[in-house]
T-cell receptor
Framework: GENVEQHPSTLSVQEGDSAVIKCTYSDSASNYFPWYKQELGKRPQLIIDIRSNVGEKKDQRIAVTLNKTAKHFSLHITETQPEDSAVYFC????????????FGAGTQVVVTP | SAVISQKPSRDICQRGTSLTIQCQVDSQVTMMFWYRQQPGQSLTLIATANQGSEATYESGFVIDKFPISRPNLTFSTLTVSNMSPEDSSIYLCSWRGGSGNEQFFGPGTRLTVL
């Protein structure tokens, strides 16, 4: 089955700087890669996603890039703000009959003023 | 997107008892999932629950311990049976959007077993 690795596990950035989280996946047939943000005590929220036929997608201060050859994808947050502090999870949709998501281990992002 | 609610939001239970968690979606969805999230950990899929078929359980999870019902396209329940402290966790229901890609989560049930 699909296996997703996520790095780093923690990331501390100064407000205004950029943050980058990287994930790798194992199944070259995977074709959908979402990113979730989970604030403390709250549910995971879908913030951006990318399909395998696209190399990059941007939504305001966040962007996701996908390298199918290398089987890795990354989340980029620019001009970080304190409200960006949260745990971020990447995921890859597997190729089983249900298209189950395999989640990365998560990255704790702390934005310091 | 559909609104998803979960009950109870939290509970404290005694060892050996069972708790049923309810998940309600305000529109019909085909694919629903149940996840467990232990403190500080990622999301682990317990089972896939599709209406009209038996739930499909992931490795390490069995029907006797986590029976699931899916009586219609808007509702599902997960029961945590014969609980032990190791079952203390957040349990999340989840559904897949109409495109078959986007997946959304309920607010979760925080379970503590004493």
């Amino acid at each position: 089955g699909e296996n997703v690795e996520q790095h780093p596990s923690t990331l501390s950035v100064q407000e205004g700087d950029s943050a980058v989280i990287k994930c790798t996946y194992s199944d070259s047939a995977s074709n959908y890669f979402p990113w979730y943000k989970q604030e403390l005590g709250k549910r995971p929220q879908l913030i951006i996603d990318i399909r395998s036929n696209v190399g990059e997608k941007k939504d305001q201060r966040i962007a996701v890039t996908l390298n199918k050859t290398a089987k890795h994808f990354s989340l980029h947050i620019t001009e970080t703000q304190p409200e960006d502090s949260a745990v971020y999870f990447c995921a890859a949709r597997g190729t089983d009959s249900w298209g189950k998501f395999q989640f990365g281990a998560g990255t704790q992002v702390v934005v310091t003023p | 997107s559909a609104v998803i609610s979960q009950k109870p939001s939290r509970d404290i239970c005694q060892r050996g008892t069972s708790l049923t968690i309810q998940c309600q979606v305000d529109s019909q969805v085909t694919m629903m999932f149940w996840y467990r999230q232990q403190p500080g950990q990622s999301l682990t899929l317990i089972a896939t629950a599709n209406q009209g078929s038996e739930a499909t359980y992931e490795s390490g999870f069995v029907i006797d311990k986590f029976p699931i019902s899916r009586p219609n396209l808007t509702f599902s329940t997960l029961t945590v049976s014969n609980m032990s402290p190791e079952d203390s966790s957040i349990y999340l229901c989840s559904w897949r959007g109409g495109s078959g890609n986007e997946q959304f989560f309920g607010p979760g049930t925080r379970l503590t077993v004493l």
